[in-house]
């Protein structure tokens, strides 16, 4: 993309919402209050806002390479903590998508430098379901299985922390597990069961 038109695109995206209301910016600029904290993929053609509809203000956002949530990841629990305990959204969001490229490196047998430490997280939700995916013959439908596990142990990792773990005591916050078809443009619920799995993992995971 030209770098000019970028700057061509904004003025008249500008002007645009100014002309539906003169104050758009104003009212933009006084506060947000997302109901949604959706964690993605970075991948270019996947656009959260734009799948989902979603004005500014809506929706909180982290993207990420195969949208992941590392339990030592400083930027996403971060984050996590700002949205749920701060600004107090109601649901949580990881949204995967098919013929995504993270998932693809991760089942390389190759030395990737420094994406091999954050591609190890895909790595190990494929040794925590190796029998299921290694009875899937065709390798499409195997890495679309994978990309659908790797959404589900994000899942788990949000549940994990203690920011949800408060606000799903205190008032019923929701994680839910999506992917994006990329070639159909749909979404994808998984209906993670978010209630059973919060009971499975207590035991071990529980912080309060």
Not at 17 to 45: A, M
Not at 128 to 155: M, P, S
Request: proline share 2%; glycine share 4%.
């Amino acid at each position: 993309m030209d770098l000019q038109q970028i700057f061509n695109n904004n003025h008249e995206w500008v002007k645009e919402k100014l002309k539906i209301n003169p104050d758009y910016f104003q009212d933009l600029s006084k506060t947000q209050n997302p109901k949604l904290l959706y964690i993605g993929c970075s991948d270019s053609r996947v656009t959260a806002e734009e799948l989902m509809g979603a004005k500014p203000g809506e929706v909180f956002i982290l993207r990420n390479i195969a949208n992941l949530v590392p339990n030592t990841d400083l930027c996403s629990n971060a984050l996590i903590n700002y949205a749920v305990s701060h600004l107090k959204v109601e649901h949580v969001v990881v949204c995967g998508h098919y013929n995504c490229g993270g998932v693809k490196a991760a089942m390389q047998s190759a030395d990737l430098g420094i994406l091999n430490p954050w591609l190890r997280n895909i790595r190990d939700v494929y040794r925590l379901h190796r029998v299921e995916l290694n009875a899937i013959k065709d390798e499409e439908e195997k890495y679309k299985r994978l990309v659908e596990l790797n959404v589900q142990e994000q899942c788990i990792n949000v549940i994990k922390t203690a920011d949800v773990q408060k606000a799903y005591r205190d008032r019923n916050i929701t994680v839910h597990g999506w992917v994006f078809d990329i070639y159909s443009g749909k979404i994808i619920d998984l209906e993670i069961n978010f209630t059973k799995i919060l009971n499975d993992i207590m035991e071990i995971y529980r912080l309060s």
